[in-house]
């Protein structure tokens, strides 16, 4: 049949407004329930966060809240996705290609970047649903996983995320994750005020993703990652949770091994490799050996860190795709059985905001009984962002605050190493970091190991800057008032030692040890000399390097007329000539007071 002209000017209009009313009608059909039933959960003891409203696909729970879609906003939603389906840019980003721009873009995106600490505007150019390479091991292929695998409910918490990374998560999990075992997918917005991610969100995952598994939780006030974690936890109905960041891809069968690995083992707590994702062009980076990943760490100023797997691990592993034992976790992704995320304590839902609560769980679940490990076969890519691009709530020292209950709860004589960089927390003062009562009666509960016991036997080789060691304190150079300091430099590149007037008490950046083995270190960095660069120069620079792989280069001796001496070279650490924040350097050893030192003490 030939439809001419006339007829399809006719025709469009007709059309659009009968696609219209069927949108509405489905709207209209939406089942709504105000009895408080629907948000009682399992575990009665636990109570839900404020939240005013829970969207699956075609069907919306609302609390004291009804509404429905008219044909003047289903217009506008039309509009705005219309609007943003259109720059979409086919192909680009995809198998995980970094993606560029030109031009004005490029300019923009430099914007983005300046204050989203992502580029948005290469974020809104790639599909949704773009291609990722197969980056896993070869043997990873080859495992068969059970049929009969526990569901997972997959846990999402976002405030003011950018829309097009959002979805470009849900749209990852939906499409690589076989239906049977994806219970479904919860959305806690954390009380975001962006425009696109209020009923645009709603509608566009009714009416564009199709899937009932799809949920949402409006939280009514802004509480934080801990609490809004603990809100979709609390409405979760899979066997497994899964939290993932909102900026996120999964790839292909990312979901099985940590379901294989939880019914294998319920006390487990697992996660994926985290690759990363650029901020930039959102190429997902890896390495081409995927048998080289890392493992979680921390530091005595209790922050996160990365670290290589421990030897002991390592020696111990039956393939290259076993589970590695990690001390802790980052803390945005990782699975656990549902029931036993409460059993063993969920989260410390005093703490505020965001920070300290991934330590504090991996110490928990470590002294308490449990594993916490990688699954080398899932992985996940994450965009791992320079700053955060939110204030938190109150201005609060958030990470500060959480770090100090979990210290006070779980490190027992070695919370000192934290008090040394955060003093004013030493003391537990319930009006700064809040009761600890619940959580020390629940460490009693569990019948948890002490903190010696997971150094000695999950992280052996973390550094005690005060145990094992020949000497420990400040490095006062004799007759005058300098140490040994790393003037605040960054310790994760290569600095030179220097020196700066000594504090009145132990500060961090004044802390260095001489170990048994003969480093003359920090936390994770050891003073070394470059054997290669000692020619006729008399005056070498003294370099604080990874400590990792220990060789001559790093040994060092104290004598007993106090010089420290470089074994390899023989020279002598010297001052001559240098004050406040000058550089230390090594030099041919004399009776020089410049190369005299002192630690605060000798063991």
């Given at each position: 049949m030939i439809i001419n002209g006339r007829c399809r000017l006719i025709l469009k209009p007709l059309l659009w407004i009968i696609y219209l009313s069927v949108i509405v009608l489905l709207a209209r059909q939406i089942v709504h329930y105000t009895d408080k039933s629907v948000f009682d959960i399992t575990n009665s003891q636990h109570e839900l966060a404020d939240a005013s409203v829970i969207l699956t696909g075609n069907q919306?729970?609302?609390?004291?809240?009804?509404?429905?879609?008219?044909?003047?906003?289903?217009?506008?939603?039309?509009?705005?996705?219309?609007?943003?389906?259109?720059?979409?840019?086919?192909?680009?980003?995809?198998?995980?290609?970094?993606?560029?721009?030109?031009?004005?873009?490029?300019?923009?995106?430099?914007?983005?970047?300046?204050?989203?600490?992502?580029?948005?505007?290469?974020?809104?150019?790639?599909?949704?649903?773009?291609?990722?390479?197969?980056?896993?091991?070869?043997?990873?292929?080859?495992?068969?996983?059970?049929?009969?695998?526990?569901?997972?409910?997959?846990?999402?918490?976002?405030?003011?995320?950018?829309?097009?990374?959002?979805?470009?998560?849900?749209?990852?999990?939906?499409?690589?994750?076989?239906?049977?075992?994806?219970?479904?997918?919860?959305l806690v917005d954390d009380h975001s005020d962006a425009y696109e991610l209020q009923d645009i969100l709603d509608y566009y995952i009714f009416t564009r993703l199709l899937s009932d598994k799809v949920k949402i939780i409006r939280l009514s006030e802004r509480v934080g990652l801990i609490r809004?974690?603990?809100?979709?936890?609390?409405?979760?109905?899979?066997?497994?949770?899964?939290?993932?960041?909102?900026?996120?891809?999964?790839?292909?069968?990312?979901?099985?091994?940590?379901?294989?690995?939880?019914k294998e083992k319920r006390n487990s707590v697992l996660m994926p490799i985290i690759d990363s994702i650029s901020e930039e062009t959102l190429e997902y980076i890896h390495d081409n050996d995927p048998s080289i990943f890392q493992i979680g760490g921390f530091t005595w100023s209790g922050h996160f860190t990365w670290i290589d797997i421990q030897a002991k691990d390592r020696e111990s592993r039956k393939t290259q795709i076993s589970p590695v034992k990690s001390p802790t976790m980052a803390g945005g992704l990782f699975a656990i059985d549902r029931n036993y995320f409460w059993e063993i304590g969920s989260y410390d839902d005093k703490m505020d905001g965001w920070g300290g609560e991934n330590l504090e769980m991996s110490f928990r679940i470590w002294q308490c009984g449990g594993l916490l490990e990688i699954i080398p076969c899932s992985r996940v890519g994450h965009i791992f962002r320079n700053f955060h691009p939110y204030k938190f709530p109150n201005n609060k020292d958030t990470h500060g605050i959480n770090t100090?209950?979990?210290?006070?709860?779980?490190?027992?004589?070695?919370?000192?190493?934290?008090?040394?960089?955060?003093?004013?927390?030493?003391?537990?003062?319930?009006?700064?970091?809040?009761?600890?009562?619940?959580?020390?009666?629940?460490?009693?509960?569990?019948?948890?190991?002490?903190?010696?016991?997971?150094?000695?036997?999950?992280?052996?080789?973390?550094?005690?800057?005060?145990?094992?060691?020949?000497?420990?304190?400040?490095?006062?150079?004799?007759?005058?008032?300098?140490?040994?300091?790393?003037?605040?430099?960054?310790?994760?590149?290569?600095?030179?030692?220097?020196?700066?007037?000594?504090?009145?008490?132990?500060?961090?950046?004044?802390?260095?040890?001489?170990?048994?083995?003969?480093?003359?270190?920090?936390?994770?960095?050891?003073?070394?000399?470059?054997?290669?660069?000692?020619?006729?120069k008399q005056h070498v620079n003294v370099k604080m390097t990874e400590c990792n792989n220990f060789d001559d280069e790093k040994e060092w001796i104290l004598t007993e007329n106090k010089h420290i001496i470089h074994v390899a070279t023989g020279l002598c650490l010297d001052a001559t000539g240098i004050g406040s924040q000058g550089d230390v350097f090594a030099s041919p050893c004399s009776n020089s007071h410049e190369q005299y030192w002192s630690f605060d003490f000798l063991l």
């Open positions: 919306s729970v609302y609390k004291n809240k009804y509404q429905r879609w008219s044909i003047d906003e289903i217009e506008r939603y039309e509009k705005w996705i219309n609007e943003y389906e259109k720059g979409i840019v086919n192909e680009l980003g995809n198998n995980g290609k970094p993606a560029k721009l030109y031009g004005r873009d490029k300019y923009k995106a430099q914007e983005s970047l300046k204050k989203a600490a992502v580029n948005i505007i290469v974020s809104n150019k790639i599909p949704l649903n773009r291609k990722l390479p197969d980056i896993r091991d070869s043997l990873c292929t080859n495992v068969t996983y059970e049929s009969s695998l526990p569901t997972a409910s997959v846990i999402i918490i976002f405030y003011n995320e950018p829309w097009s990374l959002l979805m470009r998560t849900v749209r990852s999990v939906l499409d690589r994750t076989p239906d049977n075992y994806l219970k479904e997918i919860i809004a974690r603990l809100s979709g936890a609390k409405n979760a109905t899979g066997d497994v949770l899964v939290f993932l960041d909102a900026h996120c891809e999964v790839i292909v069968q990312w979901l099985e091994p940590l379901l294989q690995r939880i100090a209950r979990l210290v006070h709860v779980w490190m027992d004589e070695y919370k000192r190493l934290f008090f040394l960089h955060r003093e004013e927390f030493e003391q537990k003062s319930d009006e700064l970091i809040g009761d600890l009562s619940e959580r020390i009666k629940l460490r009693q509960k569990l019948k948890c190991k002490n903190f010696k016991w997971y150094l000695d036997n999950i992280y052996p080789e973390k550094f005690i800057p005060d145990e094992n060691v020949l000497a420990y304190g400040r490095v006062k150079l004799e007759n005058k008032n300098l140490c040994l300091d790393n003037l605040q430099r960054d310790e994760d590149k290569s600095y030179n030692l220097g020196l700066y007037p000594c504090h009145s008490r132990l500060f961090p950046s004044q802390l260095f040890s001489l170990s048994n083995i003969g480093e003359l270190r920090r936390e994770h960095t050891c003073a070394t000399i470059n054997k290669q660069a000692i020619t006729a």
